[in-house]
T-cell receptor
Framework: NAGVTQTPKFQVLKTGQSMTLQCAQD?????MSWYRQDPGMGLRLIHYSVGAGITDQGEVPNGYNVSRSTTEDFPLRLLSAAPSQTSVYFC?????????????FGPGTRLTVL | SQQGEEDPQALSIQEGENATMNCSYK?????LQWYRQNSGRGLVHLILIRSNEREKHSGRLRVTLDTSKKSSSLLITASRAADTASYFC?????????????FGQGTILTVHP
């Protein structure tokens, strides 16, 4: 199993540009989520999904869209990039397994918005 | 807002010594988890302790949870240079908060050979 994969690893955008960060998992996990990590900080939840076709907002959803058309993929879209969105983005997944489960994190995408 | 507050923010020790990190949180939880992050890398899950558990062990790791004080501690015994990393606690709330983790700001651990 590849686990949780994220592409790209690095990205530089100009203010106002849009892009999609890709996240995929091959563990048949129902739950997937996106976090951002700013320097010296812990992770903050952006959006999450409890299964295909179901998404919801986390703590810092503004400026981001998500969709979940398949169990495997959970892309994060930046609609109009702003310098405040410069951050490292992590995707995570976990199975329900009848209750609380370990979350598995991808390697991250480092995004810079100029 | 970040629920977890970690203490200390940075910890520097010699190989072979024990390292203790503390985490406090504000609201009721379903479980508390500890993660490690090596510089520039993703997070690796270390241990999960449920709200009805008081202590858990995994190899050289020992985690305690005191729900009355809303606090947890992570002890790494006989530390190694390879333990150098940032350590984060994360809480999962109860009810509809399944899977939604709230992270602390982390403790940077440096283990000198």
């Amino acid at each position: 199993n590849a686990g949780v994969t994220q592409t790209p690893k690095f990205q530089v955008l100009k203010t106002g540009q849009s892009m999609t960060l890709q996240c995929a998992q091959d563990m048949n996990h129902e739950y997937m989520s996106w976090y951002r990590q700013d320097p010296g900080m812990g992770l903050r939840l952006i959006h999450y999904s409890v299964g295909a076709g179901i998404t919801d907002q986390g703590e810092v959803p503004n400026g981001y869209n998500v969709s979940r058309s398949t169990t495997e993929d959970f892309p994060l879209r930046l609609l109009s990039a702003a310098p405040s969105q410069t951050s490292v983005y992590f995707c995570a997944s976990s199975g329900f397994a009848g209750g609380t489960d370990t979350q598995y994190f991808g390697p991250g995408t480092r995004l810079t918005v100029l | 807002s970040q629920q977890g507050e970690e203490d200390p923010q940075a910890l520097s020790i010699q190989e072979g010594e024990n390292a203790t990190m503390n985490c406090s949180y504000k609201t009721s939880i379903n479980n508390l988890q500890w993660y490690r992050q090596n510089s520039g890398r993703g997070l690796v899950h270390l241990i999960l302790i449920r709200s009805n558990e008081r202590e858990k062990h995994s190899g050289r790791l020992r985690v305690t949870l005191d729900t009355s004080k809303k606090s947890s501690s992570l002890l790494i015994t006989a530390s190694r240079a390879a333990d150098t990393a940032s350590y984060f606690c994360a809480t999962e709330g109860g009810g509809t908060s399944y899977g939604k983790l709230t992270f602390g700001q982390g403790t940077i651990l440096t283990v000198h050979p």
